[in-house]
């Protein structure tokens, strides 16, 4: 009986060895892959559903969130291993925010190129195009029934043919082969999610960022480009690694020196490591340039840098960012917050179903007075309900009224906060000042 088992055993070895499924960085074959652009004075968002085989029809979806003047936008998908491409195309009505679906064809997986083209720019964004693959422990739960089947159809053929030796060992198998079926089935809730990425080894060094406008001084009221160029730390050479990270290759912050100039982008990868978006300047004086990425191996990041436009000085000194800010102010608690002791930040946004934005119900993005700290959370209940491999879908308005965040401001002084969030695909801004006591203070 026992030399009946053998094969049997080596057969669930074997599926247990079964190689797992690939997996990006930071996710799974399931997940789909998300980048924010901010392109042609639109604001995207441009979603490559995740692909149950290939070759097969390519779902991609353009999420308009500020379709800004509007426009066709041109798409392309390219094999980077073996040059096959596809290309589609939609068109954002100007003023009507939403989703635009578009198919494409994926012909194998692998590294693949996302092309994105409208008014004249370009944007050149690269993934990985994975497929899902059934997991190891279904696998086994499946043989093992079907080893089970044939056991029992062989006891019975045997049991009929008064071969009473064999039908022992048939039915041995068939009970070895249930009792693997069942006892997998039962802890596979506790196996490990197949195909999750392994936790990464930071091997590589920061980037090192050149921050230019062109024109070198903007004008006010009149277009400018910003250009961030980043180079790796150890070699010169391009850091043309980004991941993606939060629906984004690179998020980039503008604000002016007084606040009341508040922009955040997602700029176009316009060559190897070269990361470019076009803006109005429409406020005089300094201004401060963040910009947050990942970069595979090297781990999360925030560089700056600032320059200057020209114009004449007509700001009224006693405004404030909060003066531009409508309905219900947020509520902090404590009301006084203190430098070092976390803040729970509430907005009421009035709307209760509110979509997710960069893959959360809302941020906060905070700066000091001085420009020295930049800050960026998510919305807390959010945030815990997400996960990196899949984050929630722009098509699902179930967030809201009310937006909660936690941060821990690093030292005394004033503070500009910008709460924004996605009502009705429309990205919403809520600018706010906030006055942090010395530790101890705000007791």
């Not at 197949?194 to 062109?214: D, H, I, M, S, Y």
């Not at 020196?257 to 005089?284: I, K, M, Q, S």
């Not at 906060?364 to 945030?383: C, K, N, P």
């Amino acid at each position: 009986m026992i030399h009946r088992l053998i094969p049997v055993l080596l057969a669930l070895v074997t599926l247990l060895a079964w190689a797992s499924p690939a997996a990006a960085h930071g996710r799974d074959a399931e997940a789909d892959v998300r980048f924010a652009q901010t392109i042609a004075g639109m604001e995207l968002t441009v979603v490559v559903r995740a692909s149950l085989r290939v070759p097969a029809p390519l779902q991609v979806d353009v999420v308009a969130h500020d379709p800004g003047p509007g426009g066709p936008v041109e798409l392309a998908v390219r094999s980077v291993e073996d040059g096959g491409s596809s290309a589609a195309s939609v068109r954002i009505a100007a003023g009507r925010p939403g989703m635009y679906p578009a198919v494409l064809r994926a012909g194998r997986v692998g590294p693949h190129e996302l092309e994105v083209r409208a008014g004249g720019e370009r944007s050149v964004l690269p993934f990985v195009l994975l497929v899902p693959r059934t997991p190891r422990w279904e696998v086994v739960v499946y043989a093992a029934f079907a080893c089970g089947a044939v056991a029992l159809l062989g006891a019975l053929a045997s049991a009929a043919l008064r071969r009473r030796g064999a039908a022992a060992g048939f039915a041995g198998t068939f009970a070895v082969a249930i009792v693997v079926a069942f006892t997998t089935g039962a802890v596979s809730p506790w196996f490990a999610p197949e195909g999750a990425p392994a936790p990464e080894t930071l091997t590589r060094p920061n980037a090192q960022p050149l921050v230019e406008v062109a024109p070198e001084r903007p004008a006010l009221r009149a277009d400018f480009r910003l250009r961030v160029t980043l180079s790796d730390g150890s070699t010169g050479g391009p850091a043309d690694d980004l991941a993606e990270h939060h629906a984004a290759l690179a998020h980039l912050v503008v604000t002016s020196d007084d606040g009341r100039f508040f922009r955040h982008v997602h700029p176009l990868r316009t060559g190897p490591g070269v990361y470019e978006v076009g803006l109005r300047a429409e406020r005089p004086g300094r201004h401060l340039v963040y910009v947050e990425f990942e970069r595979a191996g090297a781990g999360g990041q925030l560089v700056s840098g600032g320059f200057s436009v020209s114009g004449p000085d007509d700001r009224d000194r006693g405004e404030s960012p909060a003066t531009a800010s409508t309905g219900a102010p947020p509520v902090t608690e404590p009301a006084r917050p203190a430098a070092g002791r976390p803040l729970r930040l509430t907005l009421d946004t009035g709307a209760g179903a509110l979509r997710p934005w960069l893959g959360m119900a809302g941020h906060l993005i905070v700066r000091s007075q001085d420009g020295g700290y930049l800050g960026h959370v998510h919305e807390a209940r959010s945030m815990a309900g997400a996960t990196a491999a899949r984050p929630p879908d722009e098509s699902v308005a179930r967030y809201g009224p009310r937006l909660e965040f936690v941060f821990s401001f690093p030292r005394p002084g004033r503070y500009l906060v910008w709460i924004q969030y996605a009502r009705d695909y429309r990205i919403v801004t809520v600018p706010h000042v906030i006055e942090v006591a010395a530790e101890g203070g705000g007791r």
